[in-house]
């Protein structure tokens, strides 16, 4: 679970990032990254639509997600911004796939 300090919380934030990060696709998500500006904490948000699959589906690809964030967070700088969009495919995506799709985006725009 990513702690309070690493997560983004105002849809301002998820905005700035999404209009102004870097982003990275791949076959199950979009990774946006602002570059870090200050030494603030690593920030994380996760939008995961309708389209991606009812609440529970959602949820489960939102947690997943989550957790693959918490693995790569001590590898990454300080102070990025990085919002993740899910797409409709991440519902049917294995965890393995998710991962390394993530850190395949998160090494290239956020290390």
Request: proline share 5%.
């Given at each position: 679970?990513?702690?309070r300090?690493n997560r983004?919380?105002?849809?301002?934030?998820?905005k700035?990032?999404?209009?102004?990060?870097?982003r990275?696709?791949?076959a199950?998500?979009?990774?946006?990254?602002?570059p870090a500006v200050?030494?603030?904490?690593t920030r994380?948000?996760f939008?995961?639509?309708?389209?991606v699959?009812?609440?529970?589906?959602?949820?489960?690809?939102?947690?997943r997600?989550k957790?693959?964030?918490?693995e790569?967070?001590?590898s990454?700088?300080?102070?990025?911004?990085i919002v993740?969009r899910?797409?409709?495919?991440a519902?049917?995506?294995?965890f393995?796939d998710?991962?390394?799709?993530?850190s395949r985006?998160?090494?290239?725009r956020a290390a």
């Amino acid at each position: 679970m990513l702690a309070r300090p690493n997560r983004l919380t105002r849809g301002t934030e998820y905005k700035a990032v999404v209009r102004r990060g870097r982003r990275c696709a791949g076959a199950h998500t979009v990774t946006y990254v602002t570059p870090a500006v200050l030494a603030t904490p690593t920030r994380f948000g996760f939008i995961v639509s309708r389209q991606v699959g009812g609440a529970v589906v959602r949820n489960s690809v939102r947690r997943r997600l989550k957790a693959v964030c918490a693995e790569a967070l001590p590898s990454l700088q300080p102070g990025n911004d990085i919002v993740i969009r899910a797409l409709p495919s991440a519902a049917t995506a294995t965890f393995a796939d998710l991962r390394d799709e993530v850190s395949r985006c998160l090494s290239r725009r956020a290390a």
